[in-house]
């Protein structure tokens, strides 16, 4: 396993600096990693997190059950939509602090970006108000099943890892201390 060094100069596998490998992801890729991680049967906010995460060479046991408990607008509720949850997880990821005394005002300001561009985009951030039904009742799991709501998941889960990742292509914030990278 490969720990995240604090220079720019440092390669992975003899190839690019780390630095630079961040700075060239595209976010279509991003997106689409997720959309594909949805299809293979991943929930909306894992996808989405584990797209997030893997376009930065972060690997951790932790991801994606991390963001299980955020799938169908957290547990199935129809609350925030989870994969707004992920993108929101995936941001906290590389610009959440590690102490209480560490600034927050930078990652505030960019998960609420990611907010306001979600809601501009889709008219609410509420995962029953996207895809019309709650799934944690048998009828609303039924219509989601029977309306193919599936499909459009997938859209709402492509589109905040997009956005997830541009905001932090455009922040590039630096690594998290103490992650790794393979």
């Known amino acids: 396993m490969f720990v995240l060094p604090t220079t720019s100069k440092a390669t992975h596998n003899g190839k690019k600096p780390i630095n630079d490998c961040i700075m060239n992801l595209k976010s279509n890729d991003i997106a689409e990693s997720a959309a594909e991680l949805f299809d293979k049967g991943f929930c909306c906010s894992e996808s989405v997190l584990q797209a997030v995460a893997q376009s930065r060479g972060v690997q951790s046991d932790l991801i994606p059950r991390i963001a299980t408990g955020f799938c169908g607008g957290i547990a199935r509720t129809g609350n925030v939509c989870g994969a707004l949850a992920g993108a929101v997880m995936a941001l906290s990821l590389f ?8 600034p927050r005002d930078e990652n505030c300001k960019l998960i609420q970006q990611v907010i306001r561009q979600f809601e501009a985009r889709f008219g609410t951030v509420l995962c029953r108000d996207l895809i019309g039904c709650r799934l944690d009742t048998p009828e609303g799991h039924r219509y989601f099943v029977e309306n193919n ?3 459009k998941c ?3 889960t492509r589109e905040a890892a997009r956005m997830a990742a541009e905001v ?3 922040a590039s914030p630096p690594p998290a201390p103490g992650i790794s990278r393979e």
């Open 168 to 170: 932090l292509i455009s």
């Open 149 to 151: 709501l599936r499909a």
């Open 95 to 102: 610009t959440g602090r590690n102490r209480p005394t560490d």
């Open 154 to 156: 997938v859209v709402f």
